[in-house]
């Protein structure tokens, strides 16, 4: 079970369709200039830089090291990861380093997505609070 997550490559999937709409539309919708800023830093820099980081992080990583090392050391076994050699997989520091390398890399990611998905909170709440001004 562990080398199946070993394996596993998460994924960010964001959706701007109604961002761009919005966009397209006209931003002079939303009569604060505060709040306008805050939605495009979003849009504009915060999403764009998650979905950079995590395609770099896997787009390049996982084709140009984990798979060949995967491909080098297991077999797929009823869907199972078994180990072609224990001997020589155990041994393999540079399998054991990028394990290492990618945990690093991930804990990173998910430390930029949660800033992320608290700047996200926090502009929700700010539009939320523009809403309610208007009642």
């Known amino acids: 079970m ?3 997550r070993a394996a596993f490559a998460p994924d960010v999937v964001l959706s701007s369709s ?17 709040l306008r800023q805050e939605i495009l ?8 830089t998650l979905m950079q980081n995590t395609r770099r992080l896997e787009d390049q990583l996982s084709p140009a090291v984990v798979v060949p090392l995967h491909q080098k050391h ?9 180990p072609n050699d224990y001997d ?4 393999d520091k540079a399998f054991f380093n ?3 390398f990618r945990l690093a890399l991930r804990q990173s990611s998910t430390r930029h997505k949660k800033k992320t998905s608290k700047k996200t909170e926090d502009v929700i709440q700010a539009i939320d609070q523009e809403l309610n001004k208007r009642k």
């Open 74 to 82: 297991f077999r797929n076994y009823n869907g199972t990861r078994v």
């Open 88 to 91: 020589n997989w155990v041994n």
């Open 2 to 4: 562990y080398l199946q």
């Open 18 to 34: 109604a961002f761009e709409t919005m966009k397209s539309s006209g931003l002079d919708i939303i009569r604060s200039d505060s």
């Open 41 to 48: 830093a979003l849009f504009d820099v915060e999403y764009p």
């Open 98 to 100: 990028m394990l290492s």
